[in-house]
T-cell receptor, first 111, second 115 residues
């Protein structure tokens, strides 16, 4: 089993739709969780950290489910500009701050 | 505030050659990590440098080596290039210690093509 797994998609949604991605991780000792956004042929950029209590930033909501070992990202009212690849990153735990990335989920928002 | 800068942005090499990629971390950051991202895949951790030492290494062969300089900038060297080394090489900077939030700041990457 891979350390961090994501459905590569693509997820094709119309503008205004709500879309959710999940990311599962294998190391139960993992402490830190993140969602990065990567535009085509660009570098990843942090979208949001994922806290145990869940967190929201505008149209984006991130949640952590430790029992089932997954994190999720919910995007409401999708915009054309949300089209990108969304990478989840999980720190190894045990004092390791090296994030392991999933392969990313591709989102395409169409008019 | 200067972000992470990498050079060169694109390069083409042939099998068996050697390549050196360079990275300057974000101002104030002391830790540099290198990642390899193949097409359609997520970034794969190569190694991390802190205080001019390799602190942690991913599952990459010894052909991949690096260095960190006193000004925190870093180099990634790859010897005996293989076709499979074609990828985007990303440098990420961060802080170590209590200021570490776990967030990585990436450069735009060096896109290596091996023919």
């Amino acid at each position: 089993r891979k350390e961090v797994e994501q459905d590569p998609g693509p997820f094709n949604v119309p503008e205004g739709a709500t879309v959710a991605f999940n990311c599962t991780y294998s190391n139960s000792a993992s402490q830190s969780f993140f969602w990065y956004r990567q535009d085509c042929r660009k570098e990843p950029k942090l979208l949001m950290s994922v806290y145990s209590s869940g967190n929201e930033d505008g149209r984006f909501t991130a949640q952590l489910n430790r029992a089932s070992q997954y994190i999720s990202l919910l995007i409401r009212d999708s915009k054309l500009s949300d089209s990108a690849t969304y990478l989840c990153a999980v720190n190894g735990g045990g004092g390791s701050y090296i994030p392991t990335f999933g392969r990313g989920t591709s989102l395409i928002v169409h008019p | 505030d200067a972000g992470v800068t990498q050079s060169p942005t694109h390069l083409i090499k042939t099998r068996g050659q050697q390549v050196t990629l360079r990275c300057s971390p974000k101002s104030g950051h002391d830790t540099v990590s290198w990642y390899q991202q193949a097409l359609g895949q997520g970034p794969q951790f190569i190694f991390q440098y802190y205080e001019e030492e390799e602190r942690q290494r991913g599952n990459f062969p010894d052909r991949f080596s690096g260095h960190q300089f006193p000004n925190y900038s870093s180099e990634l060297n790859v010897n005996a290039l293989l076709l499979g080394d074609s990828a985007l090489y990303l440098c990420a900077s961060s802080l170590t210690g209590t200021a570490n939030t776990g967030e990585l700041f990436f450069g735009e990457g060096s896109r290596l093509t091996v023919l």
